[in-house]
């Protein structure tokens, strides 16, 4: 628009021109790039390796410090995740992607009489569990939640249209609905307030969000945030296909359980509870 | 015989002006030509991701086939044609180079009036600062 291309130009001098767009276009392949989705991009690094499968173990023996939320913060920080918490009831919007519930909460149905005490005060770390028979996938009707072939249960929130189906479908709470625009936004330029994270987009309203493994660290070659969070390391992630990896090692060495396992979900993030 | 031919003539003179306005509001009253968008060219960078022709006329394409490859698993570098990489990312490789969205983008997006959606989660890191 600023080079004033076009000017001058009649109305038969636009048709050659655009007849002749539009030959040179069918004869060189290289004109068809853009109209070919992907076609013009050379993949490159960052995409997901078939034969990985992402997991992590969470150390559960010794439980949180009290009152860490480090992993949550991190999380939150890097997502651009609003806490609401300048709202009189901060649950009520409330967005988890990782979160703390209790013993009970977390594993239904292991509930003991006597059981270790210290388990009924201990808080769990819980996340998508990037199930490996994921129901939350099954529902999606737009494929906006889908299995990558490492084994990440992605999110594409282009493509969710919030029926929340997979709500409902995924028996672990691990997905949350913007009920509203998650970071008010200027009225007038439509701009939202400073985010944590400039760099990560938000969501908008009406759109279903949940943890993605951080997969977009993941191509960076970083670790999730929560990992690199957690001081005590009691977060454990990796690849259950290499044999030397982290979590095989603790897998090996301790017995783990997973959360409702018997619901068929298989789900990846495993708990160490005893020694 | 046409009764009432005097209004029934003005009331369609009236209908067919009004129909037509869009072709005369502007000569009659507009304040002459709107002038066209400027939008503001990276001032370092030389090396846009495509040939500037493509990139006005398909940059939505880019993008959104940008958006698939990353998101839906292709991987997330670009490789320029002669070799330079670059990641497939709106906020972190266009508005980078690009002045920014309000010196660039939204120039020519208000003047035509297109509102495209992908501001509705993703920002200008610099605007964001
Ligand atoms: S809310 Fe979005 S992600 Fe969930 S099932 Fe509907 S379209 Fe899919
Ligand atoms: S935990 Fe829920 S959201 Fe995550 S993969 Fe399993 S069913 Fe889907």
């Known amino acids: ?275 | 015989m046409i009764y009432d031919k005097g209004k029934i003539f003005l009331g369609l003179a009236i209908f067919v002006a009004l129909v037509a306005s869009p072709f005369w509001y502007n000569p009659v009253f507009g304040t002459g030509k709107t002038a066209p968008p400027e939008p503001k060219l990276p001032k370092t960078a030389t090396l846009c991701v495509l040939p500037k022709a493509q990139m006005r006329a398909g940059h939505m394409q880019v993008i959104y086939d940008w958006r698939e490859t990353v998101v839906r698993g292709g991987g997330r570098m670009y490789r320029h044609p002669d070799g330079v990489e670059r990641e497939m990312s709106l906020s972190n490789t266009c508005l980078k180079c690009h002045e920014g969205k309000k010196e660039f983008c939204n120039t020519c997006h208000t003047y035509l009036a297109v509102k495209p959606f992908c501001w509705d989660c993703h920002f200008d890191p610099k605007e964001q600062a």
């Open chain 1, 1 to 275: 628009m600023s080079t004033g291309e076009g000017k001058g130009m009649d109305r038969r001098g636009f048709l050659r021109l655009a007849g002749l767009g539009a030959l040179s276009a069918a004869a060189v392949p290289a004109g068809w790039d853009l109209l070919k989705p992907g076609a013009a991009l050379a993949a490159g690094a960052g995409a997901p390796v078939a034969g990985r499968r992402y997991a992590m173990v969470v150390d559960a023996r010794t439980g949180c410090p009290d009152g860490c939320r480090d992993c949550i913060g991190a999380c939150n920080t890097t997502h651009n995740i609003p806490t609401f918490a300048d709202e009189p009831d901060p649950r009520r919007h409330e967005l988890k992607w990782i979160w703390q519930t209790s013993f009970h909460s977390a594993f239904p149905g292991n509930e003991q009489e006597f059981a270790r005490e210290d388990l009924e005060s201990k808080q769990v770390t819980v996340l998508c569990n990037h199930c490996q028979n994921p129901p939350c996938v099954r529902v999606c009707p737009t494929k906006a939640t889908y299995q990558r072939p490492d084994g990440i249960v992605m999110m594409d929130f282009h493509r969710c249209i919030g029926c929340r189906f997979c709500m409902a479908g995924c028996p672990y709470g691990s997905r949350s609905f913007n009920w509203r625009d998650p970071w008010p936004r200027n009225a007038a330029t439509g701009e939202p307030a400073k985010l944590p994270n400039p760099e990560y987009p938000t969501r908008m309203r009406g759109v279903v969000e949940k943890c993605t493994f951080c997969s977009e660290r993941l191509d960076r070659g970083l670790q999730p945030a929560c990992v690199e969070a957690c001081k005590e390391k009691l977060l454990v992630f990796g690849d259950l296909h290499d044999a030397g990896s982290g979590v095989r090692a603790l897998l090996k060495e301790h017995y783990t359980i997973r959360r409702k396992a018997n619901l068929g979900t298989q789900p990846q993030v495993y708990y160490v509870i005893g020694a």
